[in-house]
């Protein structure tokens, strides 16, 4: 599986409870701008309306090549879940704290597009500098082993 995008942000930003791939409903000129890597996961979330869930504020640039029928960058898209899937998400949505966010978008073997979700509950602000503490740590002891040999 190829990685075309990752979401640093929601690594950063929340602690990561369960992961899903889910598949996208795109149009041709979306896949074409995919492709060329001009995809922004930034500030994207998923939303479950009416059971089906969307990702939503996820950004795929223009394909220059199209013409009259190209897309809207930042559209309501379609994720192709099984309906217990669905369900499971929802009812761990409603707990206080809990969203969906996007954490990757992949190939498979079968050159389909994928992305991956996760149930996300939000880090505080000590936790986010606890842990770049702890890398930090980490990265000076593994630098004083490489001088130590």
């Known amino acids: 599986m190829k990685n075309i995008t990752l979401n640093k942000k929601a690594f950063h930003d929340y602690e990561i409870i369960e992961k899903f791939d889910a598949g996208l409903s795109l149009v041709g000129s979306e896949v074409k ?3 060329d890597g001009r995809i922004s996961l930034k500030d994207a979330y998923v939303e ?3 059971l089906e ?3 939503l504020n996820a950004h795929i ?3 220059s090549n199209a013409s009259y029928n190209n897309h809207e960058p930042e559209r309501p898209r379609k994720l192709l879940l099984h309906r217990r899937e669905i369900l499971k998400l ?3 949505v ?3 704290g ?3 966010v996007p954490l990757r978008m992949f190939f498979t073997d079968k050159g389909l597009i994928k992305i991956e979700i996760a149930l996300a509950r939000g880090k505080r602000e000590y936790d986010k500098k606890q842990r770049i503490i702890e890398q930090d740590i980490k990265r000076d002891l593994d630098r004083e082993m490489k001088n130590f040999r």
């Open 48 to 50: 479950i309306k009416k």
């Open 33 to 35: 701008s995919i492709r």
């Open 53 to 55: 869930a969307f990702l």
């Open 61 to 63: 640039s223009q394909y």
């Open 90 to 92: 929802d009812n761990k």
């Open 98 to 100: 809990v969203t969906i």
């Open 94 to 96: 409603k707990t206080r």
